[in-house]
């Protein structure tokens, strides 16, 4: 794997880099729970600053909640909402049914733009966690771009 800019102290684990096998990048999700620093996105933040995820195979969500020594999760403006509610309709009705067709998923989300909670075996909706805290304090860093980021 290549080193941050060419410095060998550092290993960037890439589970989505092209060309490497369905074993190879769930393998690369499992080693990224023992990162020192394990940088992501979120589905949703609400006002109060709970984050809001919804995984298919749970390896962000595990990862923001336990396992990496530091975590940063990025967010665009378009992923504030209000409260929970709020968080649960946009991660349901906006990111998970674009992020199936992203990924070419069979599934009704993928053709209709709306969850209709269905039980297709490609189904990326499967794990569902919400952060109101740092454990332990200060481990997980939230930066919130004014620009409208991700899905």
Known sequence: MPALLGDSRFTIINPYEPGISPEESFERRRQSLLADLFIAGSNAVTEDGKLVNLDG?????????????????????????????????RVKNSAAPIN????????????????????????????????????PKQRIKVIIINEDLGF
């Open 57 to 89: 195979t749970g390896n962000r969500i595990g990862s923001i909640n336990f396992g990496p020594r530091n975590v940063v999760v990025i967010v665009g403006r378009n992923k504030l909402v209000a409260d929970l509610e709020a968080a649960m309709y």
């Open 100 to 135: 199936a067709m992203r990924l070419d998923k069979k599934t009704p989300c993928a053709t209709t733009s709306f969850c209709q909670d269905c039980s297709s075996p490609d189904r990326i909706c499967n794990f569902w966690s919400i952060t109101e805290k740092s454990f």
